[in-house]
């Protein structure tokens, strides 16, 4: 046959609906909470684990219910954590709302590049030794994304 296998990788692609707000230091539509639908790519490159995969497609089913109808915030808006509410204040905005609501990322503002690292270091937290490189493209609408990449 002649050929051999060189290199392994897995394709996943989903939207889901959220909306943010970005803190910026300068007028723009966008300092007002609007939303999207996302669409989101992933692809990982890996040797196949003990399971015969690179990495399983549940653990990415689960981030999108994660980020699923919610509204995703910085931790660094985040003034107060009452029992199940939260306090997001910024852009002139004091939000209070269920915790469950909310997607708090730990990066300093919610543009689609933060979301993609965000989204790439979650699956980074699940993969395993076998996976070689994360590439996540967030798109916001049919003409503008972020990506990012993961190499070890």
């Given at each position: 046959?002649?050929?051999?296998?060189?290199?392994?990788k897995?394709?996943?692609?989903k939207?889901?609906?959220?909306?943010?707000?970005?803190?910026?230091?300068?007028?723009?539509?966008?300092?007002?909470?609007?939303?999207?639908?996302?669409?989101?790519?992933?692809?990982?490159?890996?040797?196949?684990?003990e399971?015969?995969?690179?990495?399983?497609?549940?653990?990415?089913?689960?981030?999108?219910?994660?980020?699923?109808?919610?509204?995703?915030?910085?931790?660094?808006?985040?003034?107060?954590?009452?029992?199940?509410?939260?306090?997001?204040?910024?852009?002139?905005?004091?939000?209070?709302?269920?915790?469950?609501?909310?997607?708090?990322?730990?990066?300093?503002?919610?543009?689609?590049?933060?979301?993609?690292?965000?989204?790439?270091?979650?699956?980074?937290?699940?993969?395993?030794?076998?996976?070689?490189?994360?590439?996540v493209?967030?798109?916001?609408d049919?003409r503008?994304?972020?990506?990012?990449?993961?190499?070890?």
């Amino acid at each position: 046959m002649g050929f051999h296998v060189t290199e392994r990788k897995i394709g996943w692609h989903k939207d889901f609906d959220s909306s943010h707000f970005l803190a910026l230091p300068y007028e723009s539509k966008c300092l007002r909470i609007h939303g999207h639908t996302y669409n989101v790519d992933v692809e990982i490159w890996g040797d196949l684990n003990e399971n015969g995969m690179i990495f399983d497609f549940n653990h990415l089913s689960r981030l999108i219910k994660l980020l699923d109808h919610r509204i995703i915030v910085s931790e660094s808006w985040v003034v107060e954590r009452k029992e199940d509410i939260i306090v997001i204040e910024k852009n002139g905005k004091r939000i209070e709302l269920p915790a469950d609501e909310a997607v708090i990322l730990d990066k300093p503002n919610v543009t689609a590049e933060f979301i993609a690292e965000w989204f790439a270091e979650r699956i980074a937290e699940k993969a395993g030794d076998n996976v070689e490189k994360i590439r996540v493209k967030i798109w916001e609408d049919p003409r503008s994304y972020a990506e990012v990449t993961l190499e070890k």
